[in-house]
């Protein structure tokens, strides 16, 4: 008994669009360029980390900001930088699932839930970093209210990929029933 699909064309894989070859190209070059960014702010913080033990040479070059100030603020960007290279990670993992004509796959809605994570960990590392930040650089004299700006559309960006991890998850469960179905 032969079985033929209803249409010629539901087995044989897509071809991937060239703004998906695009999007491959730029997201390695964002990758790269992260690793560099992180290297540059880890070499800046062991070098706040030097002024802060009392080297003269490097404690001098300080001029506007305190070697602790410098340090609390290139490891808050390295953190940020880390987070940056977690969330590109997994936009490179989603793109090769593009290229290869199969996005619906169970890995893909980890990845967004991954992404998501990693959005609102940041944010919230960016606020408590902010408010650091802020409180560290006031006089003991001052005695103000440290105000944190609330970005709301993190919040929506995060809500928004929430829901595009359900929806990957739900296609990859439908995508299955309709492999197991006659």
């Not at 730029?26 to 070499?43: A, D, E, K, Q, S």
């Not at 090769?96 to 609102?120: C, H």
Request: aromatic share 10%.
């Amino acid at each position: 008994m032969n079985v033929e699909t209803l249409y010629p064309d539901e087995m044989a894989t897509s071809k991937a669009s060239p703004a998906i070859g695009f999007l491959n190209i730029l997201l390695t070059i964002i990758w790269w360029g992260g690793w560099v960014f992180l290297g540059l702010f880890t070499l800046l913080s062991a070098y706040a980390g030097l002024g802060i033990l009392g080297v003269d040479a490097v404690h001098k070059s300080f001029e506007n900001i305190t070697p602790f100030m410098a340090l609390v603020s290139s490891v808050s960007v390295v953190i940020v930088a880390a987070v940056f290279l977690v969330i590109v990670k997994q936009l490179r993992a989603i793109c090769k699932t593009l290229v290869t004509g199969d996005p619906f796959v169970p890995q893909n809605a980890t990845r967004l839930r991954r992404i998501w994570v990693a959005v609102a960990a940041g944010e919230i590392l960016r606020l408590c970093s902010t408010f650091v930040i802020s409180r560290l650089s006031q006089s003991t004299e001052e005695i103000s209210v440290v105000a944190t700006d609330l970005r709301i559309y993190v919040w929506f960006m995060v809500l928004a990929l929430i829901i595009l991890a359900e929806v990957f998850r739900e296609g990859a469960r439908l995508r299955q029933e309709a492999k197991l179905t006659v």
